[in-house]
Nanobody
């Protein structure tokens, strides 16, 4: 199976930048579509971005589009979320997740098989 650990969270000023990392272990990592979810305080977990197994196909939520970038380095077993121009509404816990399949549709169309424990992001004014 795939074990995921997020890092890179912290406090950032609105309009700044932050880069989250998700370190994966397991031989199946390079075959899994990966993505990020955001859970704001008192809110349900919401989809942010997804990347296919090779890194050549990505999709974003409307809120993340144009501000956030998801990428992966399979050789390093790492998925990233570059957060540019964060807003106060971006505050919350960010979770890394992996689908069973390698396509972005495998991630979007079904519950993720593997989850990290999350990393806290606070966007200050």
């Amino acid at each position: 199976q795939v074990h995921l650990v997020e890092s890179g969270g912290g406090t950032v000023q609105a309009g700044g930048s932050l880069r989250l990392s998700c370190t994966a272990s397991g031989r199946t990592f390079s075959t899994n579509a990966m993505g990020w979810y955001h859970q704001a305080p008192g809110k349900a977990r919401a989809y942010v971005a997804v990347i296919n197994w090779s890194g050549h196909s990505t999709y974003y939520s409307d809120s993340a589009k144009g501000r956030f970038t998801i990428s992966r380095d399979n050789a390093k077993g790492t998925v990233y979320l570059q957060m540019n121009n964060p807003k106060p509404d971006d505050t919350g816990v960010y979770y890394c997740a992996a689908a069973e399949g390698g396509s972005t549709t495998d991630f979007i169309g079904a519950p993720s098989k593997f989850w990290g424990r999350g990393t806290q992001v606070t966007v200050a004014s």
